[in-house]
C-alpha cells in the first residue's frame, strides 16, 4: 500500500509544525519507505493543505536527513544506514549518561514516572508502535531534570531518527532469515536498571548502564545487518 492511501490530512488552519510532524510520521514508523518519492503536489492533496507548507516541510526534512534529492525524480525518503544508525544509537547513550550524570539530585518525581511508564510499556503486547512510542517518551523523561536545555533540545531531534531506527528494527526482525537476540524485554529490564540506580542516588552507575544500554541496542541493529 502506498502511504498516499494511508496519510491523514490535517486541518487546513493548521500549522506548518503540524505539516513537518505528518510528513516525519510516514517516513519514521515506515509508512513511507526508503527510496519512495515525496511528491508535493501529492502531499499537500492528502494532506488537505496548499504547497507551500508542505515544500517548507520537505526542505526541513531534507536538512534533517529524513530526505534526499533524487535527481529528475525530485525528493525521496532518505535509505537507513544501519552503520550510522549504529553509531547514532552510540551517540545518544553517550549524551544521555552526560545529561543525567550533571543533576545533582535526581528528583523522586521524575523517578515515578519512569517507573509509571515502564509499567505501561509491560502491558503492551504486540503492537509495535505504542511499544515505540512508550521508548521515546521513557528517555525523553529521564533527561527531563537536566539543566542543559540545547542538550535536550538536541537528543530531542535525534529521537526521531532513533524512532525511525525502531521501526526498522521490529519489521527487520521479523523478516529475519536467523534468529536475532530478543531485545524488547532485554530493553525493558535494562530501563527498570536505569530506574533503580536514579531511586537509589546513583546517577554514576545510572550512566553507565544508560551507555551500556544504548551500546547493547547498536549491537543487535549490526547483528541484523548480518542476518
Given at each position: 500500500m502506498l502511504w498516499k492511501d494511508e496519510i491523514v490530512p490535517v486541518a487546513r488552519e493548521t500549522s506548518n509544525e503540524a505539516v513537518y510532524r505528518a510528513i516525519l510520521d510516514l517516513i519514521v514508523d515506515g509508512r513511507?519507505?526508503?527510496?519512495?518519492r515525496l511528491v508535493e503536489r501529492e502531499l499537500a492533496r492528502a494532506l488537505g493543505v496548499s504547497r507551500t507548507p508542505v515544500r517548507e516541510a520537505l526542505i526541513r526534512l531534507k536538512t534533517d536527513g529524513f530526505v534526499r534529492d533524487a535527481g529528475n525524480r525530485g525528493l525521496a525518503v532518505a535509505?537507513?544506514?544501519?552503520?550510522?544508525?549504529?553509531?547514532?544509537?552510540?551517540l545518544v547513550g553517550a549524551m544521555e549518561a552526560h545529561l543525567v550524570e550533571a543533576v545533582p539530585t535526581y528528583p523522586d518525581e521524575t523517578a515515578r514516572r519512569l517507573e509509571e511508564i515502564e509499567a505501561q510499556a509491560r502491558d503492551v503486547v504486540g503492537d509495535r508502535g505504542r511499544t515505540i512510542e512508550l521508548g521515546t517518551l521513557w528517555h525523553r523523561t529521564l533527561v527531563q531534570p537536566s539543566a542543559c536545555v540545547t542538550g535536550r533540545r538536541h537528543l530531542a531531534e535525534l529521537y526521531a531518527h532513533i524512532e525511525r531506527c525502531e521501526h526498522y528494527f521490529f519489521a527487520a526482525s521479523a523478516r529475519a532469515s536467523s534468529p536475532v537476540p530478543p531485545s524488547r524485554a532485554e530493553g525493558k529490564a535494562e530501563h527498570r536498571d536505569i530506574s533503580s540506580a536514579l531511586e537509589a542516588g546513583e546517577t554514576q552507575r545510572a550512566a553507565l548502564l544508560i551507555r551500556e544500554h544504548w551500546n547493547r541496542s547498536a549491537g543487535r541493529l549490526r547483528?541484523?545487518?548480518?542476518a
Open positions: 513511507a519507505a526508503s527510496g519512495a535509505e537507513l544506514d544501519v552503520s550510522e544508525a549504529a553509531a547514532l544509537y552510540r547483528l541484523l545487518e548480518e
